[in-house]
């Protein structure tokens, strides 16, 4: 069983519709990490959390310590939200990431 | 620039040819590592260097990959006698932290063909 798991593995989703992508993790953690990946470019880091909530314009990343579960949510989503979402996080006493499979988001017009 | 870069963005190698592939971190960030990112798969982690030192090489998987970073700054990820299953996305980010919990930045990635 991998570490992170990601849910859902694809998600379509209608202009304007509220989307929300769910990571679970079996390790205790320092830090957990919200990604984004285009087709054919790097990777862009959107949320690093530990606890609580954040919130980045139309994103909003939250988590549970307690039970090892973190959500990303996009609200009013747009077709240039479409991208790949990555959920990875850092061991406690660690450094490297460890990453989920990832979700590949696909918002229509 | 002032983001992480790799060189060259894309590489076809034949089988059994060496590659190298390079990456130059933010300036100034301590810790630098190498993600190798399969077609349709989450990255995995390859190796991590602190400054010079490379401490963590637990994810490189066989003897053909080696890695350094004689200067602390830039690194390069070699593989040698390539295989058709170490085609992939290479992945570099770095950080100014030496512990983690802290932010890392990635680069573009280098995608190895290995035909």
């Known amino acids: 069983k991998n570490e992170v798991e990601q849910s859902p593995q694809n998600l379509t989703a209608q202009e304007g519709e509220f989307i929300t992508i769910n990571c679970s993790y079996s390790?205790?953690?320092?830090?957990l990490h919200w990604l984004q990946q285009h087709p054919g470019g790097g990777i862009v880091s959107l949320f690093m959390l530990s606890s609580g909530k954040k919130k980045h314009g139309r994103l909003i990343a939250t988590i549970n310590i307690q039970e090892k579960h973190s959500s990303l949510h996009i609200t009013a989503s747009h077709p240039r939200d479409s991208a790949v979402y990555i959920c990875?996080?850092?061991?406690?006493?660690?450094?490297?990431?460890?990453f989920g499979a990832g979700t590949i988001l696909r918002v229509k017009s | 620039g002032a983001g992480v870069s790799q060189s060259p963005r894309y590489k076809v190698a034949k089988r059994g040819q060496d590659v190298a592939l390079r990456c130059d971190p933010i300036s100034g960030h301590v810790s630098l590592f190498w993600y190798q990112q399969a077609l349709g798969q989450g990255p995995e982690f390859l190796t991590y260097f602190q400054n010079e030192a490379q401490l963590d090489k637990s994810g490189l998987p066989s003897d053909r990959f080696f890695a350094e970073r004689p200067e602390g700054s830039v690194s390069t990820l070699k593989i040698q006698r390539t295989q058709q299953e170490d085609s992939a996305v290479y992945l570099c980010a770095s950080s100014w932290a030496l512990l983690g919990g802290y932010e890392q930045y990635f680069g573009p990635g280098t995608r190895l063909t290995v035909t």
């Open positions: 390790v205790g953690i320092s830090a």
């Open positions: 990875a996080v850092i061991r406690e006493y660690g450094n490297k990431l460890v």
